[in-house]
């Protein structure tokens, strides 16, 4: 089973998540709307990781990819991490109160609490070899050199220019189901 993780304010509807749909049609994929709320988002994730006995791939977009790193090393899976968020307890303080909701254009609140919970789902001792990092320095969101600093040994594709939602990532898709083959 594939699990795409989507980012913050981002669903399972979103514009990669729909490009991974299409792609891995046919094969065991699933991209969940997760809670805004980061205990509630991991829970949902280790029951679905659980459900398939741990037989599960990731891939990760920006918090999802903070998440994917977490869920990588708890349940020792392979990962791909797009524009990984390495540090949302400190990126995210920026969007306290109300935030957007990127699925319908709602908000919802976004609270000191939810940073709190961050905390919780920070790992050290990764095995690296587990993981593909997708970085694009253009990235507007995030510092791509915060990725690299922590992830220096798995597999790194870094790419001028770009955008945090991590333009044509359609070309390493093979490369991806190469990797989970």
Known sequence: ??????????????????????????????????????????RTLEELIESYNGDVKLIGSSLGGFYSLYLSHKYNVQAILINPSIHPYITLQKVLGNAPSFYDESTFTWMSSH??????????????????????KGDETLDYREAVKKLPNSKLVIEEGGSHSFDKVERHFTMIKDFFN
């Open 1 to 42: 089973m594939i699990i795409y993780i989507h980012g913050f304010g981002s669903s399972g509807y979103g514009h990669k998540a729909q490009q991974f749909r299409e792609y891995f049609k046919g094969e065991a994929f699933i991209a969940p709307s997760l809670s805004y709320i980061p205990e509630l988002a991991i």
């Open 115 to 136: 940073i709190d919970m961050l905390h919780k789902y920070k790992v050290e001792g990764i095995c690296e070899e587990n993981i593909i990092t997708l970085l694009q």
